[in-house]
Structure formats: C-alpha cells, structure tokens
C-alpha cells in the first residue's frame, strides 16, 4: 500500500509542475501582450504544451508560439491556434 500512496503523491506533484508551467506560458503571454483576455489554453505534460483558443493574427499566433516555447520545461509546442481576421477587420 505504501507505494500507491507514493505513487498518488508523484502524479499529484507532476500535476503541480504541469499547472506551474502552463501558468508561466500564459504569463508569458500576457506580458508579451499576445493573448488577448482569455482567448488562449494552453496544456502542458512531459515536456509537450498544446496551444489553443483564437487570435486576431498570423503574427500573434507565430508570437504566441514563440513566447511560449522560452518557458522552461517545455520542449515541445503543438500550436492549435486558430486566427479569425474577422476579429480584427474594420466593418464594411
């Protein structure tokens, strides 16, 4: 029984890390003003982070993408971004 416990801590404490790190990739963000409110999720586990939401721009997306590959701990990033131009576009 002793090793299910530790085993439970373990996975608890990756947890954490993972939460850790996808909070520093959206700080990043933030600071680099790239995510725009709370348009961008972000997803991290062994060293792989998925990227996801909406951004008015190729440009963010690429930066988005950048910014978060700085963030120690992440090897990998799968950038699932979507960019709606409508978002940025002046009405007709």
């Known amino acids: 029984m ?13 947890r ?3 939460a850790e790190i996808e909070q520093s990739v959206i700080e990043n963000l933030r600071e680099a003003s790239i995510s725009v409110a709370n348009s961008i999720e972000c997803e ?7 990227m996801s939401g909406t951004l008015p721009s190729y440009y963010r997306k690429q930066m988005a993408q950048e910014c978060a590959a700085q963030v120690e701990g992440v090897r990998v990033v799968i950038n699932k971004i ?5 978002e940025t ?4």
């Open 44 to 50: 991290y586990c062994d060293g792989r982070l998925v």
């Open 89 to 92: 576009s002046p009405p007709a």
């Open 2 to 14: 002793p090793g299910l416990v530790r085993g439970n801590r373990n996975r608890n404490q990756l």
């Open 16 to 18: 954490n890390q993972d």
């Open 82 to 86: 979507q960019v709606d131009i409508a």
